[in-house]
């Protein structure tokens, strides 16, 4: 039985080659610098005897390494071809790699790790097309790194008691006594799962991903506790879903996030939900927005269980969640003649806050450092608002309040919010008895109504009658 040919065997004649060639997309020609300095070369040595061999026999003084030269603009096949021009072996038969990485021909190198930063020399190894697998085997790649959520270690304990161990693992503050600790804990470590898993898949979302744990991170960093019990509320918050569509500028147009807020004080559990949508048009501005809560205490599955959809079939809030506000622009009339007209509805009573504030917080040690307002601040902040609410007279309410958030919520009315919030929390101040929304002004209120004709779009405005409208 005949041996199977060695790689130096599929070397091609000259003339062979050059015909070869032909088939293939022509490279870059890099011969001439046009009186630039010198292109950056690409070392490549053979990974194993038979390409090393191969190198060596396609070198006339013997040497086991073939240079050529690569611009930034150049795809894996172009080098591939320069370096073929000396080994004459159709670049079929084998590949380019290089820490672990195998290029595929088609990749343009100037964005790759490896070519970054223009180097003089980069080494790559070639490698036979039957050993690729063999050269994964030995240079297997990092595992990709890993969105850090978490900004506490976990602790650990001796103890075998559930609270003690979930005290110990989430640094609790002030845990009280309670036989759903057992619950607790199973519950949060599988939502330790479900969260790495959504942050394995980050692209789409990195950026209200950042904006949620830096909106956390200024609203725990006020409570008057020590730095570690700050990070350990932080750590209490877990985004549960984001689906993201953007406006192409990074700006979320369509936003619904689901982020679940367990306590660190007891076996409980708030479920916060937001929608937005936010799209100006030819003539008009679709507009809605939307955050609903739950208060989960105590909780009674051990497994992580899927959130019920706050809205039913007929658009109305259902099972046992609670809207805390509605904005929108009204979609009437349509056509050329809509103008913004504000819609509105608050929902977060005293009972409401109550209940919130002592599902996270009870009335120990964390009741007293995070009073009622930034209980509610923080409903906010799990879904990425970062929102100031005044606590004087002369002080605005305003949301992004330094602008050093990448997401700034647009059509928020944010006195409305502030006065609203105060009111639920027991706290107004004088200036919020004299505050009356803003008129809606008609531009085409004294205009014939025919002068006006009907938009291709019509039907499409505000968005706010139809798609949120409460019920």
């Known amino acids: 039985m005949a041996s199977p040919p060695t790689f130096s065997s599929l070397r091609l004649t000259e003339e062979a080659w050059a015909k070869y ?29 038979e390409a090393r061999d191969a190198i060596v026999a396609s070198n006339g003084d013997g040497s086991d390494f073939i240079e050529a030269p690569w611009s930034p603009m150049d795809s894996v096949n172009w080098i591939m071809q320069r370096i073929g021009d000396k080994l004459r072996i159709p670049i079929n038969l084998w590949v380019l790699a290089g820490q672990g990485h195998v290029l595929s021909t088609g990749l343009i190198v100037g964005g790759h790790d490896l070519f970054k930063g223009n180097p003089s020399t980069i080494e790559l190894v070639l490698v036979p097309i039957n050993y690729v697998e063999d050269y994964e085997d030995e240079n297997p790649l990092p595992d990709p790194e890993r969105y850090v959520w978490r900004h506490l270690e976990p602790g650990t304990t001796e103890s075998t008691d559930p609270m003690e161990k979930a005290k110990a693992e989430y640094h609790l503050i002030d845990p009280v006594d309670a036989p759903e600790w057992e619950t607790y804990y199973a519950q949060r470590k599988a939502a330790d799962v479900a969260l790495g898993k959504t942050l394995d898949d980050i692209d789409e979302i990195e950026t209200v991903v950042e904006q949620i744990k830096e909106c956390v991170q200024d609203i725990v960093g006020e409570f008057e506790l020590e730095e570690n019990e ?6 209490c918050v877990y985004p549960r879903s984001l689906d993201i569509v953007d406006s192409g500028d990074l700006e979320p147009r369509t936003a619904t996030i689901l982020t679940r807020i367990y306590s660190p004080t ?29 208060v989960v ?41 809509w103008y913004a007209k504000s819609l509105r509805e608050w929902g977060m009573r005293a009972a409401h806050v109550n209940r919130v504030h002592a599902a996270l917080f009870g009335g120990g040690r964390a009741a007293a450092a995070v009073d009622k307002v930034d209980a509610v601040r923080l409903l906010l902040a799990s879904v990425g608002i970062a929102f100031y609410v005044a606590r004087e007279d002369g002080e605005d309410d305003e949301q992004n309040i330094d602008r ?23 706290v107004p101040l004088d200036d919020d008895a004299d505050w009356e929304p803003p008129a809606d002004e008609n531009p085409y209120e004294d205009e014939e109504d025919d002068e006006y004709g009907d938009s291709e779009d019509e039907g ?12």
Request: net charge positive.
């Open 266 to 294: 007891r076996p409980a559990a708030v479920d916060v939900w937001f929608h937005y949508h936010h799209r100006t048009r030819w003539e008009s501005v679709e507009f809605t927005c939307s955050l609903l809560f739950r």
């Open 404 to 426: 050093d958030k990448s997401i700034t919520w647009e059509c928020f009315e944010d006195k409305w919010i502030g006065l609203n919030i105060r009111e639920a929390c027991g």
């Open 230 to 235: 700050q990070f350990a509320i932080a750590d």
């Open 297 to 337: 205490n105590p909780l009674t599955e051990a497994a992580l269980p899927p959130i019920p959809d706050p809205v039913d079939s007929r658009g109305r809030v259902a099972r046992g969640w609670t809207r805390m506000f509605w904005m929108a622009l009204d979609d009437c009339p349509p056509g050329r003649r």
């Open 460 to 471: 499409r405005y505000g968005g706010g009658r139809d798609d949120c409208r409460p019920q």
């Open 21 to 49: 060639k032909q088939s293939l997309s022509r490279a870059l020609d890099l011969s001439s610098t046009g009186g630039r300095r010198e292109h950056p070369k690409v070392r490549v040595t053979g990974y194993n005897i």
